[in-house]
Each structure stands twice: as C-alpha cells, then as structure tokens.
Antibody
Framework: QLQLQESGPGLVKPSETLSLTCTVSGGSISSSSYYWGWIRQPPGKGLEWIGTIYYSGNTYYNPSLKSRVTISADTSRNQFSLKLSSGTAADTAVYYC???????????????????WGQGTTVTVSS | QAVLTQPSSLSASPGASASLTCTLRSGINVDTYRIYWYQQKPGSPPHYLLRYKSDSDKQQGSGVPSRFSGSKDASANAGILLISGLQSEDEADYYCMIWHSSAWVFGGGTKLTV
C-alpha cells in the first residue's frame, strides 16, 4: 500500500528557506505512471498547489510561487523534496505531499490531479 | 473573481441527498474541464473522491462508495458532487479542483453538516 510521509523542521525563521522531504513507501517515485506534488493549507483556510515533479526532474510550479520554489527528486532514496525560500508568516501552513497519476507515460507533462496524500506536516514561520 | 466558487456551508439530513456545487468563473467553460472532488475531515489530509469531465471521462477514487457521484450543470457553468444517502460520517469539508492556466486551482471549500 502506497504511503507518503512528510518530514522537516516545524519552525522556520522569517526570510529563511523552508525545506521539506516526502518519503514514499510501497511504491517507486521512478515509476513512469506517476508524478509527485506538494500542496499546502494555511490554518483554517483552503488548499494551494505548490508544484509537482516527475522523477526525471521535470518540474511544474504554481506561477504564484514559482520564484521561490524548488522541487527535486532523489530516486535512490525514493524521496522528493520542497524548498521554499524567503519565508514569511504567510507560508505558515500544513504541507502535504501527494501522488498524481500520469495521463500519458514517459514524462510528457500531462498528469491527473492528486489521488493519494500524505498525512501532512505543520510548518510555522516565526522568529 | 475566484476561478472556482463553492458555497461556504451546506446542511442536510441523514438519509437525504446533498448537491455540492463548484461554479467556474465566467469565461471558463465547465465543459472543457475535469473537475476533481476531495473530502477533508478535521485533522486529516484531503481524501480523493472522484474526478468528472463527462460520462465517458470520469473516475471514482479507490474505495469510494458509489453514493458519491459527479456531474455538471452546463447552464450554471458548474461541477456538482452529489452525495446520496447521507451518513453522519459524510460531515466534512469538500473541495473541488481543476487544472487552469498552468496550475491546479482549488475552490474555497464547502463545509457539509449532516
């Protein structure tokens, strides 16, 4: 059974970089059938897509966050990671990693919405 | 105006049906979009329910009961999540989502009270 687990510091200082890792078990991020994404949810608010990666390194970012976001994959560890620079209080949220089924194989960039989610990890940006 | 608009709350009785709407902004044609639906209970991650574009392009999430179904109302330019035979466990927040302008966009969510 596929499981995704987010990990990383729960507290980040303003202006610093938020770094999180998603560890995938029960499946391989190197599968051509899936993409892997990050989504966040500020306290008491709705969901916001951050970005998505294919194991080969192709990335797709939310235009509203693109200048601050880097998503990478480590296939040897079956993990993918999120870095969000220049953190502010507005970045305080629960961060989720998730799986996207590929619409077409071979990393063409066409993929469906998220179908399996991690439990989420809370990140607070505060001094 | 938001890309996707959902009523903030909806209340329905056990055993009844609930129709949750997700209205697309004017100028965005619902016919061309796959609409995704997620259920989120307090303290838990969103759970994928289904996606719906048309009767020939739809998918039920793994293990999701058939009493959850998707449709569209073209006249209202909206996607619809229909929950029949409401149970107390259906009380949750429900979010819709589409792929629009190179981004996955979520609606603001509807809090369903049963």
């Amino acid at each position: 059974q596929l499981q995704l687990q987010e990990s990383g510091p729960g507290l980040v200082k303003p202006s610093e970089t938020l770094s999180l890792t998603c560890t995938v078990s029960g499946g391989s991020i190197s599968s051509s059938s899936y993409y892997w994404g990050w989504i966040r949810q500020p306290p008491g608010k709705g969901l916001e897509w951050i970005g998505t990666i294919y194991y080969s390194g192709n990335t797709y970012y939310n235009p509203s966050l693109k200048s601050r976001v880097t998503i990478s994959a480590d296939t040897s560890r079956n993990q993918f990671s999120l870095k969000l620079s220049s953190g502010t209080a507005a970045d305080t949220a629960v961060y989720y990693c998730a799986r996207h089924p590929a619409l077409e194989a071979a990393g063409t960039g066409y993929y469906y919405g998220m179908d399996v989610w991690g439990q989420g990890t809370t990140v607070t940006v505060s001094s | 105006q938001a890309v996707l608009t959902q009523p903030s709350s909806l209340s329905a009785s056990p055993g009844a049906s609930a129709s949750l709407t997700c209205t697309l902004r004017s100028g965005i044609n619902v016919d061309t979009y796959r609409i995704y639906w997620y259920q989120q209970k307090p303290g838990s991650p969103p759970h994928y329910l289904l996606r719906y574009k048309s009767d020939s392009d739809k998918q039920q999430g793994s293990g999701v009961p058939s009493r959850f179904s998707g449709s569209k109302d073209a006249s209202a330019n909206a996607g619809i999540l229909l929950i029949s035979g409401l149970q107390s466990e259906d009380e949750a927040d429900y979010y819709c989502m589409i792929w629009h302008s190179s981004a996955w966009v979520f609606g603001g969510g509807t809090k369903l009270t049963v």
